[in-house]
């Protein structure tokens, strides 16, 4: 994909999140998201960050988790999600347009993180959120080969993942077939998405993350 079309992505995506949030409860805005230990609040908050931070500002938040990268970004999320719930929307609305990287950010990484994010906290809402099949793909195949802090590709040796409604596969194994919005969320360490894949796989992954047959 061209730099102007993840950016057209990012930009729908963060839209149609702003839409999805302020149509929330106030309870659902407290609901636990996929990510371990973040609500639906926390996640939102998380992605207004990108697009509104500053240098000194994660630098700052770099020194107080004393250099912890997921105690950072958890950090700062948290602190983010004190702001109203309108302000959150308004942020993300006011992010669109905004092609604006966070220090340090990739524009994958960018891409990836609000696809994903999104469905972090659609899915325990129980809420649909078709995900757009290029970037899905680009993002699966970024994923796979990032490494820190994902390290799919070690999470998930001995594994071959292949789409059912897009032209990707990745590793070598027993298979673990799905849709690649299914697999990207896998990718990403979410377990939420298994019970959508198929394959003599998806019985070493419930072993090896203790989820029910």
Known sequence: MERNEMWQVIDAERAS???????????????????????????????????????????????????????????????????????????????????????????????????????????????QRPMPLEPAVVSADHLWHMGFPFHARKRLAGLRLVATDAEWSAGEGDEVRGPIDALLMLLAGRTATVPRLTG??????TAKWGLAA
């Open 17 to 127: 999140a702003a839409d999805l949030l302020a149509d929330l409860s106030d309870v659902e805005w407290t609901y636990p998201s996929l990510c371990d230990g973040w609500t639906v609040r926390d996640v939102a908050a998380h992605l207004t960050l990108a697009p509104h931070g500053s240098v000194g500002r994660i630098l700052v938040a770099v020194i107080k988790a004393r250099g912890n990268f997921n105690r950072m970004v958890h950090d700062t999320a948290v602190e983010q999600a004190a702001l109203p719930t309108t302000q959150l929307v308004q942020l993300l609305r006011d992010a669109v347009g905004k092609h604006r990287l966070a220090p340090g950010q990739k524009l994958k990484d960018a891409m990836m993180d609000v696809l994903v994010h999104g469905q972090d906290i659609a899915l325990p809402l129980g809420l």
């Open 200 to 205: 003599a796989g998806v019985a070493t992954l």
